[in-house]
């Protein structure tokens, strides 16, 4: 058997180490453009902090942003099935790199008014939308089955760390390079992100058989969300699991989105102090999504997850409550908060798993993605006029504890903690009625 051979049948057995020496090539270019990305997004959000000191400038950017991710990741999903992955990438990427330019340019020509910049800026949502799903699915093209987990770990992890020293970087930039020198990291990264784009042989998608398109797959759209409502309705405390979770992602977005804001006015820091909040933030999801991983099971899940909740919004009173200057202490509140929030999501997407029937199971996820993701523009745009009415740290005040009361509210009043979602018959029962269609 020659080598053409040998490498087809391993790519159908799921077996090609040729792709998979690809995907890594492909990914450590994708990995030097994340570092660029976050080192410019981290300076372009510091410039218009220090400069103007406005929740509504940060807030704009930040709409814009989420508003398109919202808006075209669904149809970025569709179209990365039909067709060529590495074009989307390549297009999209593109894209970012083009408005950046355009950022720079604005610079030289000494057209730097922050709005026009925080604008412009907002428009990368548009090239994110397409990137992320795109490359996520390519991950399963390339990479061996055996190798999936293993790989997936690894990315989780070396982002996460480039989570936590993009920041830094962009933080010491910023205090001894020119502003519009930081922004040309982008474009470079983008470059060298493009060589392995380019190299890498990525498998083509297969194109869809019309004649295997069973009736159900035919279903509208609208009429298969129903289903998911109405699966979600049925199975004990999923719906109000499903309301809170909208609440926090609406309450934690003023929280993220004018922290620079909180850092400068409020505790008197500049860009270094913010990187440093940042990183500790980012050390804590680490080791929240290393404990996640190194735990196989979760018992008593229902009070684990309230219980990290409450934790949550507690570290957020206090990241709210610091006294001026304390910015170690902010950073300690912050990554306390960041360590619980991967153990409860990972509860919750394991609720998830467990109780709903596996023919639902998709329609449910597009269910909680759906109604997760419309509600954070939202709490974008109010940030904005929230932080300029109350400053930051009485609107933090108020949104921990709108968050800790409603935490308890649900655990104490809606009879949830009686829910044992260790008990496999009760819920084999509950997937049976939802079967029979008994609604």
């Given at each position: 058997m020659g080598e053409n051979e040998e490498k087809k049948l391993a790519y159908i057995n799921g077996e090609d180490r040729y792709s998979l020496k690809g995907y890594l090539f492909f990914w450590s270019g994708q990995l030097f453009s994340l570092i660029g990305t976050l080192v410019s997004s981290f300076a372009i959000t510091w410039w218009v902090t220090d400069l103007t000191e406005s929740a509504m400038l940060l807030a704009?950017?930040?709409f814009l942003f989420i508003l398109f991710m919202v808006l075209l990741t669904p149809i970025a999903g569709v179209i990365g099935d039909k067709y060529s992955r590495k074009a989307i990438i390549f297009i999209a990427d593109?894209?970012?790199?083009?408005?950046?330019?355009?950022?720079?340019i604005i610079f030289y020509m000494g057209l730097n008014n922050p709005l026009l910049v925080i604008v412009i800026n907002g428009f990368k949502g548009i090239g994110q939308a397409f990137h992320q799903p795109t490359v996520n699915a390519i991950i399963p093209s390339m990479v061996p089955k055996k190798n999936l987990s293993r790989i997936n770990g690894v990315n989780y992890l070396l982002t996460s760390m480039i989570q936590v020293i993009g920041p830094v970087i962009g933080g010491s930039m910023y205090a001894f390079f020119p502003f519009e020198f930081i922004l040309w990291i982008d474009i470079i990264t983008y470059a060298i992100a493009m060589v392995p784009l380019i190299l890498v042989k990525i498998p083509k998608v297969e194109p869809f058989k019309k004649e295997s398109i069973s009736l159900e797959e035919k279903t509208p759209f609208f009429e298969e969300f129903k289903v998911g409502l109405?699966?979600?309705?049925i199975i004990p405390g999923l719906l109000m699991i499903l309301l809170l979770s909208m609440l926090l992602n609406f309450l934690f977005q003023p929280l993220g989105i004018l922290a620079p804001l909180y850092v400068k006015v409020d505790h008197l820091g500049d860009e270094t102090d913010l990187a440093f909040?940042?990183?500790?933030?980012?050390?804590g999801m680490i080791l929240g999504g290393l404990i996640t991983t190194l735990k196989k099971k979760w018992k008593h899940k229902i009070t684990v997850y309230f219980g990290g909740l409450m934790v949550v919004m507690g570290a957020a009173l206090a990241y709210a409550t610091a006294p001026v200057g304390w910015l170690l202490?902010?950073?300690l509140a912050g990554a306390c908060s960041s360590l619980l929030l991967p153990i409860v999501n990972t509860i919750y997407v394991t609720i998830i798993q467990t109780t709903v029937p596996k023919d639902k199971m998709g329609r449910v996820t597009s269910v909680d993605h759906t109604l997760s993701l419309a509600i954070m523009p939202i709490g974008s745009i109010i940030a904005g006029p929230l932080g300029e009415l109350l400053g930051t740290r009485l609107l933090f005040l108020i949104l921990g504890i709108i968050g800790l009361f409603a935490v308890f509210s649900?655990?104490?009043?809606?009879?949830i903690k009686k829910i044992n979602y260790e008990d496999e018959e009760y819920f084999a029962?509950?997937?049976?009625?939802i079967n029979n269609g008994d609604y």
């Open positions: 704009l950017g930040n593109s894209f970012n790199a083009a408005i950046m330019g355009i950022i720079i109405k699966t979600v309705r909040v940042y990183a500790f933030m980012n050390v202490f902010v950073g649900v655990w104490q009043f809606s009879g029962k509950i997937t049976e009625r």
